[in-house]
């Protein structure tokens, strides 16, 4: 701690808040399982005897965010009273103390609701740190001691694959070149890839027209949503394939859609179309599924991308430990936040697999950037096969939103995690009485 | 059909209620990882326009049970409004309506607080079809037509392990034989084994004292809880070991305390003992270090037990895949209700793993002793390495307690799933406002 040293910033309050955007009104993050979303978030505001406040939050698809909202008031009691300084001296016990409460972690452990719910807690935590420092959270977490970072993993059914000195051998190999790696990021930013051109529910026209556009804005990796009608998968990745080119590079996404079989058949009918990776082919749990379908589609020259329903660091570990994977996407809200993403991202490492992180929705973006920038800055020192999601949707919600530049994200400056949002687009979205669901709910 | 074939049973409500026991007090339940649980439940309700109730229920251990009656809220809208009819004649259809629903899948998929919410309403549909054919749950199983019992099984994502032909074709030959069966178990009940003897929080005089009274009372199997300390554990289990003799069964159980590695020292540590299973020797999640403790307890005598916190189909397939248990811990609560308990019984025999049913908390055992019986009726047609856990607690607020009968669950013969609590018992302890909260909460 340096600024704030003497500030505790004790924790006096963490409210929550259903915040929701009527996203399937238009059709926008359609996909072969999600045919409607209301890309919604449950809103964490941390309210510290010192004035400085934290913002998390958790993504949700509309419906049941309430469920999430509940969640988090229950492990609210598990936060307030305590400070800042407290928790960051002890990151791993406050960490363990919201996975692991002897009752409350029938409820997961560390899966679904419950976690969703301590991502949001844990992010406005992290946000409340990188305020106390005056920091982005990227560079926070670029400039903090090795041992401090390690102390803030809880490494629990993980120490078959990474050790505490595993962890911490990793992040002081990493030091060397760091400072040219942050130079290099702060000048050209990290490169990412757009989703935004091929929902599932836009027409054909809609697809041309966005490719477009993302063509001149100097987009060239593009994301396609499949799996729902094979024939209509063909002439729209024949659609984009023509589009982009021959050189630029074309991933397909199903969401989740197929058994095993289906997923390995399916995807070799798309293989003509040269995709990098195929994302979600089936079950997000099915760990030896992902193993075959990998298995299988290797020698197409085709990859597994997986994680954003991935619901933590074992789950992580095993899809390593079989070969499941050649893309590790972590997500900003699934799991427990930064302390678990650590987790992750030093493991792919250790195996040496790319992570390319799951972004869209409501504030992932503004979230997962931070992550990536630590990634390559702080642990993979490589940008080779790696790249982060974007979706351009709802970042006029944020008071510092995400920046792309040429198709690259621009490391962020402001303090935090950039996932405030305007205290106006909160009340306006809050479900079901802000005003634009007064509206639509009145229709 | 039958008795009621021309009664719809329209639902008109479904009201849930958090019921919570103060089994703290007394460290009944007391383990590794859950050190003072309130056995609790979040309650359901099913009301239909013919008078005819269901009942249903979630097990979970205290704090956080408001968040699954949340939950159980948001499902309801997919339930109110469709009647019983409507819903059998296309289980599987309806199974995923609430388990795929496109916005809350998001939550889950199938997996923590919305699976367990998803457990409560479905065991009321479940125990509401018992009652509308008067019928036991079991015995509605044993009579069902095998292909109409397949119609009511999500297949979705475990047909590189179980088709749904695989699944006929073994309800099929289990029809031999079957009415030997049931009157086998009407006469001799499914053999039991007892946990309420040996609580990480008792006393070793306690421990002596309940295991002297079980022995009296026929047990011959009996499960220690392990975990916090090996010192500690080596006594209790050369304690209960002494007191049982070396011709009974004895099994231990970790509760997910140890990784990987320490789980196999402490485990082999603890083989003196003869333990016949190591239980939840590490995470829930952890499919491949459950395989590698297998592996190296094979060799010692001692399988692995896991499945109460296995969170659906697609684990528990991936855990019989990898050779990663020797024994299947179904749990009634847990998983997606009969029809998802169904695909595991099924999975465990094509596996010819045995299953021995989690049990205990509040109500696990009245549900759970209506699976195995049909798993024994018509499924696996085996005793062999079978057995139900009992624990002695909580069953004198249902209106259909549990029947042991020399150390066997003796087959119930009230219509439904056994799940239906006494009215006052619901409104002493429902929470904060039962009588018993009331009291509690202002000392």
Known sequence: MTN???MQHGIVNVTVRDVRFPTSLEQHGSDAMHTDPDYSAAYVVIDTDSGLKGFGLTFTCGKGTEIVVCAVKALSGLVVGKS???????????????????QMRWLGPEKGVIQLATAAVLNA???????????????????????????????????DVLTEKDALDILMRAQEGKQLREDQMLREGYPAYTTSCAWLGYSDQQLRQLCTDALRSGWTKFKVKVGADLEDDIRR?????????????LMIDANQ???VAEAISWVSSLAQFKPLWIEEPTSPDDILGHAAISKALAPLGIGVATGEQCH????FKQFLQASALQFVQ?????????????????????????????????????LVQHLILFDFIGVSASLSGRMCEYVDHLHEHF??????????YVPPKDPGYSCEMLESSVQRHEYPEGDVWKQLLNK
Not at 312 to 315: D, E, L
Not at 334 to 353: C, T, Y
């Open 4 to 6: 704030c040293a003497k």
């Open 84 to 102: 800042l300084q407290e928790i960051v001296s002890d990151f791993r016990g406050f960490y363990r103390l919201l996975t692991s409460d002897s």
């Open 125 to 159: 935590v992290w946000d409340l740190w990188a305020r106390a420092e005056s920091k982005p959270l990227w560079k926070l977490l670029v400039d903090m001691d090795p041992k401090q970072m390690v102390s803030c993993i809880d490494f629990r059914y993980i120490t």
């Open 237 to 249: 990745c024949r659609l984009i394939r023509e589009m982009i080119g021959p050189d630029n590079t």
């Open 257 to 259: 859609r197929w058994d």
């Open 312 to 315: 933590n660091r074992v789950m």
């Open 330 to 366: 972590i997500d900003s809200c699934r799991v427990g936040s930064v302390n678990e993403n650590l987790a992750v991202m030093l493991m792919a490492h250790k195996f040496q697999v790319p992570v390319c992180p799951h972004s869209g929705g409501v504030g992932l973006c503004e």
């Open 399 to 408: 008071t510092s939103p995400v920046v792309i530049r040429d198709a690259h």
